[in-house]
């Protein structure tokens, strides 16, 4: 090749870059630091409120206040919402006019998982086992034969609050749903995957010590269920609950376990709901340092996502117009002028390039662990359908920002066209007449109980939004 030619192309072809060309050593250790302040957040947020409350004390401790509609506020105050503990919005006013436009990131803290049936607890064949409702999109054969944690708030009739979190410490016991013996599972390895597992079928052993006294001993032939009496008794002597109570409950089952370095480099993460914690983390951390900038940046924490961002705790809620419109009626400002100039990094995870699966990926669409945060112009299914389709104006925005900072970002969507798709909470945000795009970190097995990202990704996501924030 002529100099003349290999010259052109590098001044006119796109070339994707890898985290670890552009970044020194010390930017890749600083990555790997900052990776372990994640995997710590991760460990304790494995539930919308745990993330909630989890980021409410790192926002504490840099000096965050709670701030309730109709509170007065000037710039440099940093406050936040906790709302009804499963979403929560931080904000730091600005120097500027509100109505040159808030900064907003938003990422989502609910990830798939079971929930109980608020009947959940009976017995069959001498096991105790718990009936689920699996949330959001599972692939339900990831779920069996795993070890699986309960976390969750069981409220009591008086208003109590009781917090379950059982299976993570060392000496807990955890759950697990059976599965067949391939000795035995001729028929269910010739059905197709989605019709192999139910959801009726995911029901969790919970226990098989059937209760007995010395007056009233076990007596196999009357069964008489001691095994839900035996669970039930363990639930009240640690908790104070009767089955009664686990109909205003909220108890998910999780995978058990904490986050693991994943490869002899370590170079990567696993664990359980980086979709969406691994944005989550970043916009956080990202707002938290901010001093008094020159725009007002917000940072929120939403629940649903995965069942579609609906009630007053989703992206679909009326939270953020309210407090858009409260922190205008007190600064002066017309909302809608804040709205109309408010810019909107919806933060969520992308689909990771998968070599063992190439057959749904389009190549030079696909987002790459290890190349950095992706910023992604639309999702969407079957020709775009239900999503925010960012405008080339806001794509050239980001660039700018990004290029400026020296970002290492990529662009992608989810796969081959017509091989599935997703949304987002952008187009929720988008429909205020705020601009909005994605940006987040490329995934390996999304959804499943243990997903992988890349540590590099992580920490230029968090790059990203400090420089967003900043701009
Ligand atoms: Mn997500
Ligand atoms: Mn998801």
């Not at 052993?205 to 363990?234: M, N």
């Not at 359980?272 to 983390?281: E, F, K, S």
Request: proline letters at 3%.
């Amino acid at each position: 090749m002529s100099e003349e030619i290999k010259k052109l192309k590098e001044q006119l072809f796109y070339k994707k870059r890898s985290v670890y060309e552009v970044r020194d050593d010390a930017q890749i250790e600083a990555a790997m630091r900052f990776a372990e302040g994640y995997a710590k957040f991760l460990d304790e947020s494995k539930t919308e409120r745990e993330a909630v409350a989890a980021g409410i004390r790192i926002l504490k401790s840099k000096g965050f206040k709670p701030y309730k509609l109709g509170d007065n506020v000037k710039p440099g105050d940093k406050l936040y919402i906790d709302n009804r503990g499963k979403s929560l919005l931080a904000f730091v006013i600005g120097t500027e006019s509100l109505e040159c436009g808030i900064r907003i990131s938003a990422a989502h803290v609910d990830s798939p998982r079971l929930d109980l049936k608020q009947h959940t607890i009976y017995e069959d064949g001498g096991f105790g086992y718990l009936k689920t409702h699996y949330y959001g999109g599972i692939r339900k054969y990831q779920w069996t034969t795993i070890p699986l944690a309960l976390h969750g708030v069981v409220i009591r009739a008086d208003g109590a609050s009781i917090s379950v979190n059982i299976g993570e410490d060392e000496n807990d016991p955890v759950f697990c749903i059976t599965d067949l013996l391939p000795h035995l599972a001729k028929d269910q390895a010739t059905k197709a995957l989605d019709s192999a597992f139910t959801g009726e079928g995911l029901n969790i052993l919970v226990g098989s010590r059937p209760y007995a006294t010395k007056d009233e001993p076990f007596d196999t032939k009357s069964p008489d269920e001691r095994v839900k009496l035996a669970i039930l008794k363990a639930l009240y002597d640690k908790y104070g609950i009767t089955e009664n109570d686990l109909i205003s409950a909220e108890l998910s089952a999780v995978p058990a376990g904490k986050a693991r370095d994943i490869g002899l480099d370590r170079a990567m993460l696993g664990g359980y709901g980086h979709d969406d914690r691994v944005c989550a983390y970043p916009i956080l951390m990202a707002i938290a340092e901010l001093e008094a900038p020159a725009h007002t940046a917000m940072c929120i924490f939403a629940d649903k996502e995965e069942i579609g961002s609906e009630g007053n705790t989703g992206m679909k809620g009326r939270l953020l117009a309210d407090v858009i419109s409260e922190l205008s009626k007190t600064l002066g400002a017309d909302e809608h002028i804040v709205r109309a100039n408010s810019i909107c990094l919806s933060a969520d995870v992308a689909a990771g390039f998968d070599p063992l699966y190439p057959e749904v990926f389009e190549k030079s669409n696909s987002a790459i662990c290890g190349c950095g945060v992706v910023l992604t112009k639309f999702t969407g299914s079957r020709g775009k359908s239900g999503t925010n389709d960012a405008s080339a104006e806001t794509v050239a925005r980001m660039r700018r920002i990004f290029d400026e900072a020296g970002v290492v970002w990529q662009t992608a969507e989810l796969g081959k066209v017509d091989q599935g798709g997703g949304g987002t909470v952008a187009m929720y945000i988008a429909n205020h007449n705020i601009d909005t795009i994605d940006l987040g970190v490329p995934v390996l097995s999304m959804h499943a109980p243990f997903e992988i990202i890349s540590k590099v990704d992580l920490y230029e996501a968090y790059l990203a939004h400090v420089a967003f924030n900043n701009k």
